[in-house]
């Protein structure tokens, strides 16, 4: 089940028809049947997310048969019946009837109900994908994820930020497999992977002879995404011109094709992101403030693997499980592989696992490592130490007074994102007054 559900109303009377497609028309998109034959028909030619049948249909419970045919179809189904026996009420349940309300209460109800199918399906698939695909201990992140479940895509543009191989692509898909579903199109741009003069094309498209090339008119992304999700995978590498463009169709949802003089429609979704710091471009006037603030309706920030050091062996044991080669990593390995630096995170990671199962040895010590793991300087750091050798050299460098500054608004920044934007969660935790906090905002946007 997603966000823009597929409905399908079974019931004979016009009136309840109306009022039932009036309560949930906010929540999908919704086909209406008026007896037994009209529903099957519907069953049989579309993908239904969801039906709410009346049990009374012209034939007396024939809606039953309905409820029965929707089941196998692996669908949730409400039954809105007027009627009130308790056999009927457990041939229902028996059938696999989800909810059974009475139409005497159905306008306050239903709605309701329907919701929470739906963010019990939604915590449902996070569940699953956090066993099965993206593997994490990290508390605060999935209190993040969690949060994604009660969001609408089409209302709340997603901004991701995080280090190169960290796994955005693969979140991105996610979030809109859990808000929109695998049926709406998912389509990807990774800006830094195209010239910056055919980025425009690639974006909007272009009309037949629109530039030297163009033999063939050409779909953009923007209209490929119509009624799903635009990815923009390094938003922050795109000129401030293109941002510029980007802007105004995110908010009209319309634009040009390069060498049309005729707006094109599409209702897509944003989800973007970075491994950049768009605090800096925005400061060096390289990115837009006002697209930072329409692409950053909910940020959600993936930590470098050497933040979560727990996360590295509880990864591989997870790889372990399901690798059809078993071999055993002995705990000194475990110590080197936490304490590396992984600049490449998950994808380096993988990397590795990868040259450990086709190895020869079935028993992996700290010696069968790659070489760079077991030299990696990390293991004599300064972490144990206040203020890091490099703290030190650039006081020395700039002074006391600017190295504050820069941890000022280095913290705002990351309280900011890591808040979401909410600012008296940012004050509380920091302790400072309102008026120094955005003083230092100010300074950090600048």
Not at 109 to 128: A, D, G, I, P
Not at 150 to 170: E, P, S, V
């Amino acid at each position: 089940m997603k966000k823009n559900l597929s409905i399908l109303v079974v019931d004979d009377d016009e009136l309840y028809r109306s009022q039932i497609k009036l309560i949930l028309s906010g929540l999908g998109e919704i086909t209406v049947a008026t007896s037994q034959q009209e529903a099957f028909e519907a069953l049989d030619k579309g993908n239904f997310d969801l039906a709410v049948v009346d049990l009374n249909l012209p034939d007396e419970l024939a809606g039953f048969k309905v409820l029965a045919k929707a089941k196998m179809k692996e669908m949730s189904v409400i039954v809105l019946s007027s009627e009130d026996s308790d056999d009927i009420f457990e041939d229902a349940y028996k059938l696999g009837c989800d909810y059974f309300l009475s139409k005497q209460h159905f306008h306050i109800s239903l709605k309701e109900t329907v919701e929470k199918l739906l963010k019990n399906n939604r915590e449902s698939l996070l569940v699953s994908f956090l066993e099965n695909e993206y593997f994490t201990r990290d508390k605060p992140f999935i209190k993040s994820l969690k949060e994604l479940t009660k969001l609408n895509l089409k209302k709340i543009n997603i901004f991701l930020t995080g280090a190169t191989g960290c796994g955005k692509t693969h979140l991105a898909k996610f979030i809109h497999k859990l808000l929109l579903g695998e049926d709406r199109p998912f389509v990807h741009l990774n800006c830094s992977e195209i010239a910056e003069n055919l980025l425009e094309s690639e974006l909007f498209g272009h009309t037949k002879g629109a530039f030297t090339g163009a033999h063939e008119a050409k779909k953009g992304k923007l209209l490929q995404a119509h009624n799903g999700t635009l990815f923009l995978d390094e938003i922050t590498t795109m000129s401030v011109s293109m941002q510029q463009k980007l802007l105004k169709a995110i908010e009209e949802k319309e634009f040009f094709p390069v060498g049309s003089s005729k707006p094109v429609r599409s209702n897509f979704s944003i989800i973007s992101a970075t491994c950049e710091d768009i605090f800096e471009k925005i400061q060096k006037n390289k990115f837009r403030k006002d697209l930072f603030f329409r692409i950053n309706g909910h940020h959600l920030e993936i930590k470098p693997l050497n933040e979560r050091v727990d996360d590295v062996e509880f990864i591989i044991k997870k790889w372990l499980k399901s690798s059809p080669r078993k071999f055993v990593i002995k705990a000194d390995a475990y110590a080197y592989l936490k304490q590396y630096a992984w600049p490449g995170n998950i994808r380096e990671l993988r990397k590795v696992f990868l040259a450990l199962q086709h190895s020869e040895n079935g028993i992996i010590t700290a010696q069968e490592l790659p070489k760079n793991i077991q030299n990696n300087e990390t293991l004599f750091s300064e972490e144990n130490h206040f203020i890091t050798k490099k703290q030190k050299e650039f006081i020395s460098q700039f002074g006391l007074r600017k190295f504050i500054q820069e941890t000022e608004k280095q913290i705002v920044k990351e309280l900011y994102q890591k808040h979401n934007g909410k600012i008296t969660h940012c004050i509380k935790e920091l302790k400072i007054s309102n008026s120094a906090f955005y003083r230092i905002l100010e300074e950090t946007l600048q």
